[in-house]
């Protein structure tokens, strides 16, 4: 039974976009080892608190997150 533990910084995505990750993750793992790995395949996103995350030694906030964001172009998979 695969498990897929996703963190992110809180505040960052949107619900529907946590529910997207979900799906993709899920269907990914189904894509390696077949659809009979569906119904137990879990997936847990956890959010971060606001600068408990850190880069090179710098605190990471949800406000240096969505900036990053909005200066990065969406890519469509």
């Not at 894509?31 to 997936?43: D, F, M, Q, Y």
Request: net charge negative.
């Amino acid at each position: 039974m695969p498990l897929v533990n996703v963190k992110l910084i809180e505040g960052v995505f949107t619900p529907a976009q946590k529910q997207e990750m979900v799906r993709k993750l899920t269907d990914t793992m189904v894509s390696i080892e077949g659809e009979n790995l569906r119904p137990l395949t879990l997936v847990i996103i956890e959010e971060v608190k606001s600068g408990d995350w850190g880069v090179g030694g710098d605190p990471v906030t949800t406000n240096d997150a969505l900036a990053l964001r909005l200066a990065s172009p969406k890519v469509n998979a």
